[in-house]
């Protein structure tokens, strides 16, 4: 099914009604400040295996997830005063920080290096859906791996509809990635280069 929602006014009914299907074990494509992205809750095993079959994506690359805010944030990855800054500085907003994971995090979502990629997105359907949902949301691009996104909800309806329990139409998306930045051992390293500005990596803030 597609659900539409406003992006700008949320209503509590619709917001509840994705949750209750992600609390029933469900997997949705939903937006985010950058493309959309395919979920269910983090602790959802079968929702995280059924998403890697979609995806066709190699179990050994793991998903990030989406977060409500940094407090949350500090419950799954190891958050130092230093990323500290940085996050708060530039989230919500367009980026994927990779930190080091928390004891917390399930196997299936954090890399051999025990590292995680956590996002706080700019979009209010999204945050609204993780603040009611009470867990983290399991984040990657709506798409094949190595395909391209589609930027309307309903193209992505028709291409991969089947294959969720829902859509949620949210608008025409930005169409391109977030920025990966990894904060891990308080170094900064931009592993992939997206929507969100890295100019201010090269000025040291």
């Given at each position: 099914?597609?659900?539409?929602?406003?992006?700008?006014?949320?209503?509590?009914?619709?917001?509840?009604?994705?949750?209750?299907?992600?609390?029933?074990?469900?997997?949705?494509?939903?937006?985010?400040?950058?493309?959309?992205?395919?979920?269910?809750?983090?602790?959802?095993?079968?929702?995280?295996?059924?998403?890697f079959q979609i995806k066709q994506r190699d179990s050994r690359?793991?998903?990030?997830?989406?977060?409500?805010?940094?407090?949350?944030?500090s419950n799954y990855a190891q958050v130092s005063n230093f990323?500290?800054?940085?996050?708060?500085?530039?989230?919500?907003?367009?980026?994927?920080?990779?930190?080091?994971?928390?004891?917390?995090?399930?196997?299936?979502?954090?890399?051999?290096?025990?590292?995680?990629?956590?996002?706080?997105?700019?979009?209010?359907?999204?945050?609204?859906?993780?603040?009611?949902?009470?867990?983290?949301?399991?984040?990657?691009?709506?798409?094949?791996?190595?395909?391209?996104?589609?930027?309307?909800?309903?193209?992505?309806?028709?291409?991969?509809?089947?294959?969720?329990?829902?859509?949620?139409?949210?608008?025409?998306?930005?169409?391109?990635?977030?920025?990966?930045?990894?904060?891990?051992?308080?170094?900064?390293?931009?592993?992939?280069?997206?929507?969100?500005?890295?100019?201010?990596?090269?000025?040291?803030?």
């Amino acid at each position: 099914m597609i659900l539409s929602i406003n992006p700008d006014n949320p209503h509590g009914r619709h917001i509840n009604q994705v949750v209750d299907c992600l609390r029933q074990g469900g997997v949705i494509i939903y937006p985010t400040d950058t493309t959309y992205g395919i979920g269910c809750d983090i602790f959802n095993k079968k929702g995280v295996k059924k998403i890697f079959q979609i995806k066709q994506r190699d179990s050994r690359k793991p998903f990030s997830f989406i977060c409500s805010d940094l407090a949350e944030v500090s419950n799954y990855a190891q958050v130092s005063n230093f990323a500290f800054k940085i996050m708060k500085r530039h989230l919500p907003g367009p980026y994927t920080f990779v930190l080091e994971a928390t004891k917390i995090v399930p196997d299936s979502l954090s890399t051999k290096q025990k590292t995680v990629g956590v996002r706080i997105p700019e979009n209010k359907i999204c945050q609204e859906i993780v603040r009611e949902l009470g867990h983290p949301l399991v984040t990657t691009s709506a798409n094949i791996s190595g395909e391209e996104t589609p930027q309307d909800p309903q193209e992505i309806h028709d291409l991969m509809g089947r294959m969720v329990d829902m859509v949620v139409d949210g608008g025409i998306s930005l169409g391109e990635a977030s920025s990966v930045i990894s904060l891990v051992d308080d170094e900064i390293e931009v592993l992939r280069e997206g929507s969100g500005d890295i100019s201010w990596i090269e000025q040291g803030s």
